[in-house]
C-alpha cells in the first residue's frame, strides 16, 4: 500500500556533503512522524533524525548542527542534509514514515529499502 523511496546516497569525500530524500507513495490518507535511521556493518540500526508532520525536529546528540532533517507533507517527502561528513557516517540510511492509509485503521510503520552512504578518500 505505501513504498517509501530514498535516493541521494552515494560515494563523497570527507568533509562533503550529501541530500537524501525519501518520496512516499500509493494509498496515503496522512503521514505522521518521518526519520531517518541508519545502519553501519556490523552495527544496530540507530535513530539519526525524526520530525513530526507539524515540523518538530528531533536528532541523535552527536548529529545535531551537521545533519539537518525536513518535510515537504505537500509532497510526501522528507530530507536529510548532512554536512562535515567522516567515515563514521558510512551506513545504509533508511527513511522511515508513519503513514495512515485508511481513516478507519490505526497508522502503521514504514521503512524505505535503504540507500548506501560511503564517506571515504
Known amino acids: 500500500q505505501v513504498e517509501l523511496v530514498e535516493s541521494g546516497g552515494g560515494l563523497v569525500q570527507p568533509g562533503g556533503s550529501l541530500r537524501l530524500s525519501c518520496a512516499a507513495s500509493g494509498i496515503i490518507v496522512s503521514i505522521g512522524d518521518m526519520g531517518w535511521y541508519r545502519q553501519a556493518p556490523g552495527k544496530q540500526r540507530e535513530l539519526v533524525a525524526t520530525i513530526t508532520s507539524g515540523g518538530s525536529t528531533n536528532y541523535a546528540g552527536s548529529l545535531k548542527g551537521r545533519f539537518s532533517i525536513s518535510r515537504d507533507n505537500a509532497k510526501n517527502t522528507v530530507d536529510l542534509q548532512m554536512n562535515s561528513l567522516n567515515a563514521e557516517d558510512t551506513a545504509v540510511y533508511y527513511c522511515?514514515?508513519?503513514?495512515?492509509?485508511?481513516?478507519?485503521?490505526?497508522?502503521?510503520?514504514?521503512w524505505g529499502q535503504g540507500t548506501q552512504v560511503t564517506v571515504s578518500s
Open positions: 522511515n514514515a508513519v503513514v495512515r492509509t485508511s481513516w478507519s485503521r490505526r497508522a502503521s510503520e514504514y
